[in-house]
């Protein structure tokens, strides 16, 4: 068994996430404690009382979800589970570097804080737009792109997985963009209720700042390697790490393609960790001989220790 760990990112976020790991676990708790340390609130409450409204605010969901993740990924540790590689969905890398060492936990909560305040600086509200296509093939989304992009901006974001490529963009461009899907033969288009259009052009500025941001922070070589969402590809040291973070705010986010190369590589259990189960439901239409597992609360905890036999 060659295991993988998968982080999810920001839309995975829910009123009451980590609730039960907070309570059972003090390592857990401790991650709470440490991140509301460096943001300066009670992070804890946030994710256990919400409100919601707050919860997804973007400077929020980043730092909420990176701290949920690790807390569950705590006893999982404890337990003497490892991966042999792992990657995160957009914000999610941040997680699965901090889980292999790269960041200290304090650093990244902060950082990611200020990523999600960077962008939505970027694209004041309304101006952009994503959308997700489903039934088409790359090509033809990347064609179709370009067709609508005398628009404005308009490109893929995430090549999620075979049939699901998520676009971005200014809205009016977006806008045709779907238009065209449509008429395309698109099997459906379904548009995001995101308050930024990430991993487009319209997040340069945003990248500019998270570089400055990322020059001042301590980066560690890594534990185990990552798949990054920019290239698809393994990395291990802080100076390829800095720059690929930079390059993922504002580039397409190739999780498909990260995935594959993972199973190609001989992994061939995934374990989602954190809230959610979007990233599972993608693993499995990337590698359908995988097994894929994932931990979310004490009940699915327990059944992938199960399945895994520890």
Same mark, same amino acid.
């Given at each position: 068994?060659?295991i993988a760990?998968v982080f999810?990112?920001?839309?995975s976020?829910?009123?009451?996430?980590?609730?039960?790991?907070?309570e059972n676990?003090?390592?857990s708790e401790?991650?709470?404690e440490?991140?509301s340390?460096?943001?300066?609130y009670d992070?804890?409450?946030?994710?256990?009382?919400?409100?919601?409204?707050?919860l997804n605010?973007?400077e929020?969901?980043?730092? #909420?979800?990176l701290?949920a993740s690790?807390?569950i990924? &705590?006893?999982l540790?404890?337990? +003497? $589970?490892?991966?042999a %590689? /792992?990657?995160?969905?957009s914000?999610?890398?941040?997680?699965?570097i901090?889980?292999?060492?790269?960041f200290?936990l304090t650093?990244?909560? #902060?950082?990611?804080?200020?990523?999600g305040?960077?962008? &939505?600086?970027?694209v004041?509200? +309304? $101006?952009?737009?994503? %959308? /997700?296509i489903?039934g088409?093939?790359?090509?033809?989304?990347e064609?179709?792109c370009l067709?609508?992009?005398?628009?404005?901006i308009?490109?893929?974001?995430?090549y999620?997985?075979?049939?699901?490529?998520?676009?971005?963009?200014?809205?009016?461009a977006?806008e045709? %963009?779907?238009?065209?899907?449509?008429?395309?033969g698109a099997?459906?288009i379904?548009?995001?209720?995101?308050?930024?259009p990430?991993?487009?052009?319209?997040?340069?500025?945003a990248?500019?700042?998270?570089?400055?941001?990322?020059e001042?922070?301590?980066?560690?070589d890594?534990?185990f390697?990552?798949?990054n969402?920019?290239d698809?590809k393994?990395?291990?040291?802080?100076?390829?790490l800095?720059?690929?973070?930079?390059?993922q705010?504002s580039?397409?986010?190739?999780?498909?393609?990260?995935?594959?190369?993972m199973?190609?590589?001989?992994?061939?259990?995934?374990i989602?960790?954190g809230?959610?189960?979007?990233?599972s439901?993608l693993?499995?239409r990337?590698?359908?001989?995988?097994?894929?597992?994932?931990?979310e609360?004490l009940?699915?905890?327990?059944?992938t220790?199960?399945a895994?036999?520890?």
């Amino acid at each position: 068994m060659k295991i993988a760990f998968v982080f999810p990112g920001q839309g995975s976020q829910y009123v009451g996430m980590a609730k039960e790991f907070i309570e059972n676990f003090p390592e857990s708790e401790e991650v709470f404690e440490r991140a509301s340390t460096a943001l300066g609130y009670d992070l804890a409450s946030l994710c256990i009382n919400g409100p919601v409204e707050k919860l997804n605010l973007t400077e929020n969901t980043q730092p #909420a979800i990176l701290a949920a993740s690790m807390a569950i990924l &705590q006893p999982l540790v404890r337990r +003497g $589970l490892t991966a042999a %590689a /792992a990657a995160g969905h957009s914000l999610g890398e941040y997680t699965a570097i901090t889980a292999a060492d790269g960041f200290e936990l304090t650093s990244a909560v #902060a950082l990611v804080q200020k990523r999600g305040q960077f962008m &939505q600086d970027a694209v004041p509200a +309304g $101006l952009g737009l994503m %959308a /997700a296509i489903l039934g088409m093939e790359r090509r033809d989304v990347e064609k179709t792109c370009l067709e609508a992009s005398k628009n404005g901006i308009v490109a893929p974001a995430n090549y999620n997985s075979p049939g699901q490529i998520v676009i971005a963009g200014e809205t009016a461009a977006v806008e045709k %963009a779907m238009e065209l899907a449509k008429s395309r033969g698109a099997k459906k288009i379904i548009p995001l209720t995101v308050s930024v259009p990430s991993h487009c052009a319209l997040m340069k500025q945003a990248g500019q700042s998270l570089a400055r941001e990322l020059e001042k922070m301590t980066i560690r070589d890594l534990n185990f390697p990552i798949v990054n969402n920019a290239d698809a590809k393994y990395l291990r040291t802080a100076s390829e790490l800095r720059p690929s973070l930079v390059r993922q705010i504002s580039a397409p986010l190739y999780w498909e393609d990260s995935i594959s190369t993972m199973a190609a590589d001989g992994c061939d259990t995934f374990i989602e960790i954190g809230p959610g189960k979007v990233l599972s439901g993608l693993v499995r239409r990337i590698t359908k001989e995988s097994k894929v597992l994932n931990v979310e609360d004490l009940k699915s905890m327990n059944e992938t220790l199960t399945a895994l036999g520890l």
